[in-house]
């Protein structure tokens, strides 16, 4: 596989790797362990140092609809453990000399997150009745984009798992909506399942256009996708 010109694909061919039988290891963790060992995004990304393979994601979302510009004030939201507050730091160029073109990335979650570089990211619940007002605060003025990548912890039941999702991707946009400037980006994860129309629905009234799409680095068989509001009217 071949790295194209924006970085936001894995580079060259990797030998497959087999995992072997081991007493204690169940089919269904040895059967993750790999896809872990042979997935080449995992392995691009310890490459690269990004915290996750998730990093990709949001790259290659950029790479379609363009929403992290430099100079851009970035919220990500459920920051833990790091991968999109990376690539947005990176896009927007935040942390980099005073001047033109220089943004700034904060991010927030309830689990501590080692810091990052270029970014402030606090140890913090976004549903806290502050968080607006501090987030806005750190960034200097609203913000230009909301990022979430924020998963609940599986249960294995998938309309739990669905319905848990869409309650936090629907707790972004109610958060957004108090912190985006006008024409301002908004990108949640979602899950397929029915409910996402509901959100949808909602992002259609207060964005100008709202997108539903599954990036190359989500894996095949995820139900996830990602719902991109551009255009806030505030």
Do not use: C
């Amino acid at each position: 596989m071949s790295r194209d010109p924006s970085g936001s694909r894995p580079t060259g061919r990797r030998a497959t790797v087999r995992v072997k039988t081991a007493r204690g290891r169940t089919v269904s963790s040895q059967r993750w362990l790999q896809r872990q060992l042979n997935d080449p995004y995992v392995a691009e990304a310890k490459k690269r140092g990004y915290r996750s393979r998730a990093a990709f994601k949001l790259l290659q979302l950029d790479d379609q609809f363009r929403f992290l510009k430099p100079g851009a004030r970035v919220v990500d939201l459920g920051a833990a453990p790091g991968g999109w507050t990376q690539v947005a730091v990176e896009r927007v160029k935040a942390g980099a000399k005073a001047g033109k073109g220089v943004g700034v990335v904060v991010g927030i979650d309830i689990t501590p997150v080692e810091p990052i570089a270029g970014a402030t990211v606090l140890a913090k619940d976004f549903y806290d009745e502050d968080a607006p007002a501090e987030l806005t605060a750190l960034l200097g003025g609203p913000a230009d984009v909301v990022l979430s990548d924020m998963a609940a912890s599986a249960t294995g039941e998938t309309q739990v798992d669905h319905l848990r999702i869409m309650g936090l991707a629907e707790a972004a946009h109610d958060f957004a909506r108090q912190i985006l400037k006008p024409g301002g980006t908004f990108v949640a994860k979602v899950l397929r399942g029915g409910t996402e129309r509901t959100l949808l629905d909602l992002l259609k009234k207060d964005f100008a256009k709202v997108r539903h799409v599954k990036p190359e680095a989500s894996r095949a068989d995820s139900a996830e996708m990602y719902v991109i509001g551009t255009g806030f009217r505030g």
